[in-house]
């Protein structure tokens, strides 16, 4: 059974960082991609950024520039370092993670971007 524990949501200004963690636990998997989605009030779920086992990155047009996303496959774990935030940026933000066929969900972390 794996798990996905994301972390550091929060309250922040426009123009503000934020950097979210997600951590995948469990043992006898290796993860392919690892990525975060994220959904605002009365909107569907978008992609916001994917980064493959081996480092190969995507990103949403809306954050390219601003959000970077990295991993440290020793520790199944994936970052996503926010910068420049803007109150669209306001969501639900979930981390995911690929396994052979399977796409795992976290439970999600608030991200709030207002004055």
């Known amino acids: 059974q794996v798990q996905l524990v994301e972390s550091g949501g929060g309250l922040v200004q426009p123009g503000g960082s934020l950097r979210l963690s997600c951590a995948a636990s469990?043992?006898?998997?290796?993860?392919?991609?690892m990525g975060w989605y994220r959904q605002a009030p009365g909107k569907q779920r978008e992609l916001v950024a994917v980064i493959t086992n081996r480092g190969t990155t995507t990103y949403a047009d809306s954050v390219k520039g601003r959000f970077t996303i990295s991993r440290d496959n020793a520790k199944n774990t994936v970052y996503l370092q926010m910068n420049s935030l803007k109150p669209e940026d306001t969501a639900g933000y979930y981390c995911?993670?690929?396994?052979?066929?399977?796409?795992?969900w976290g439970q999600g972390t608030q991200v709030t971007v207002s004055s």
């Open positions: 469990g043992s006898g998997f290796s993860i392919n991609a």
């Open positions: 995911t993670a690929t396994i052979g066929w399977d796409m795992y």
